[in-house]
């Protein structure tokens, strides 16, 4: 009896497929395509990605756009072979982006901050404020930036921190770029004694600046007395140099403006304070006074 029934089974199969072969090769068909294209379009977003990638990089384009653009392109060719598919098995393409319109507009006002982060970096990376390997100030913190992501950006602080700035904040504040320019310009505050020669000290610092080959002459130098403060004569000294100099002949020159300083015996004063002490002996009282140094 089992036997009949296999058999009988095995006819109604094949007389199944005799029936229906027209509608299962034609479902087999569109599967096998959409298998294709969906390989297909993974492929060619990837390779057009990373030849647009390296073409950005090989005509010189900053590193953060051509990140942008190419990773941009893939998500690009990669939809539209998920539309094509769609397409392919019978979905209503217009109901189906009606549908994500939709749900597009729900997800966005739950989203609200990340999208304004991802408006914000569309912004960073069009204007190029700023761009990787840039020292920056953004308010509170500062640091140099590896990338400008689509939602944040990532800075590198000074001492080797790593921070993560939401594109929101970097867009709505401050930006000051210190690496854009290719010079910048130092400055010095050089306090001196009241009893020092002011010639003599505009005259020393000068000599410094002139002859330090890292400051460019053309841009001018300027010393001038700034102040009278309590404790000492304040003088300005500023000076031009390369951006990628500029700390280091920060110090140098204050080095040798102390150093120079020294040598011509014009000291640089501590504040000073009056102590005034009274003190009860057999109904007199004795005034002393002491001069304090601090450093």
């Known amino acids: ?48 990605s990373n030849s647009l990638y390296k073409i950005l990089l090989f005509k010189n384009v900053d590193i953060t756009i051509s990140g942008f653009v190419s990773t941009l392109i893939n998500y690009i060719i990669i939809s539209i072979a998920f539309i094509i598919i769609l397409g392919r ?26 999208l304004a982060n991802f408006a914000a970096g569309v912004l960073l990376i069009i204007f190029r404020p700023l761009k990787t390997g840039e ?12 990338y400008v992501h689509i939602f944040y950006t990532t800075l590198r602080s000074l001492d080797g921190k790593r921070i993560v700035v939401p594109n929101g904040k970097i867009i709505s504040g ?42 460019i002459q053309e841009k001018g130098i300027l010393v001038g007395l700034k102040e009278f403060a309590p404790f000492s004569l304040n003088f300005k000294v500023r000076c ?11 110090w140098d020159l204050m080095l040798k403006f102390k150093k120079t300083l020294d040598k011509n015996h014009i000291s640089i004063p501590n504040p ?14 004795i005034f002393h006074k002491k001069n304090l140094w601090r450093s």
Not at 35 to 46: K, Q, S
Not at 90 to 113: D, F, R
Not at 135 to 146: D, E, F, M, R
């Open 1 to 48: 009896m089992e036997e009949l029934h296999v058999i009988s089974d095995i006819n109604y199969f094949g007389s199944w497929i005799i029936k229906y072969h027209t509608l299962l090769f034609a479902y087999l068909f569109n599967f096998s395509t959409v298998i294709i294209i969906l390989l297909v379009g993974i492929f060619l977003g990837r390779f057009v």
């Open 89 to 114: 098995i019978g979905v209503q393409t217009t109901s189906v982006i009606t549908i994500l319109g939709t749900a597009g507009m729900a997800v966005g006002l739950a989203l609200q901050g990340s």
């Open 135 to 146: 020292y920056v100030n953004l308010g509170s913190i500062s640091g140099t930036v590896i």
């Open 174 to 215: 401050n930006i000051v770029n210190y690496s854009r320019e290719p010079i910048r310009r130092n400055e010095f505050s050089i306090n001196v004694s009241y009893d020092s020669d002011v010639d003599l000290v505009i005259k020393i610092l000068k000599k410094v600046l002139k002859n330090e080959k890292r400051v």
């Open 240 to 250: 031009w140099s390369d951006t990628k100099d500029l700390n280091a002949v920060y």
């Open 272 to 285: 000073q304070m009056d102590v005034y002490l009274y003190q009860k002996n057999k109904n007199k009282k």
